[in-house]
């Protein structure tokens, strides 16, 4: 959930490729993000939810069937407002603004536009270690049409062991809301990241859940990509 505080270079693109299963490996979806970078602090963010199958047993026959549809799309903003200053002990700070929209099919797709607003603000810490926290807000829609605003909250202790090489181990809840809205959704989640070439990152990373409310598994499979 915590994303880099860093923006994308002026006037080069990023790609993100996400492959991610949940529920034990019967659920995922292939998503999928285009980041450009308009200056050196600001860039356009481009998304998509991309495929998305989901895999279940019907409770009276016990026969497995499994959907397959397109997600939905997302559009929005980042802005690097502060550059850290390890003397006065303050962080790198970010702000990144999303509209996400309903143009998945039928069974795969949220209701109307949701759009959010988060903050990522890093601190760099001894010993190569970097600790990030990202709150935020988001404004959603229930299935029956219902508006309600939600918090977000992620925090990830970073670790750099070599340039090339990272691990990271981070709390994220996605979704802090009333149980009638969804309730809390909550994971702990452990990964690395490798960086193959200066143009070529490769990612890993599995998650369990926090609370009974959040899908038990999830792992997750990135390869980034600039050009």
Known sequence: MTVSRSTCPRHVFLS?????????????RYACRRVYGITDTLELRVGTEGRVWSTSDAPDTGIRSTEKGNGDASFGLKWHSHDRDPAAYSPAVSWIA???AATGDNGFKGDGLRPSLRSVATWDLPKALALGVMPGVKYETRQDGHRFVAGMLGVVLNK?????????VESAVPQIAKREDGGVLA???????????RDWQIGLRGAIAANRNTPNTQL???IA???
């Open 160 to 168: 750099q062991w070599r340039d090339n090489f990272r691990t990271f």
């Open 187 to 197: 994971f702990w989640d452990i990964g690395a990241a490798i960086l193959v070439n």
């Open 16 to 28: 993100h490729i996400n492959i991610r299963f949940t529920h034990i490996l019967c659920d995922g």
């Open 98 to 100: 999303q509209l996400e």
């Open 225 to 227: 990509a600039r050009f």
């Open 220 to 222: 997750l499979f990135e």
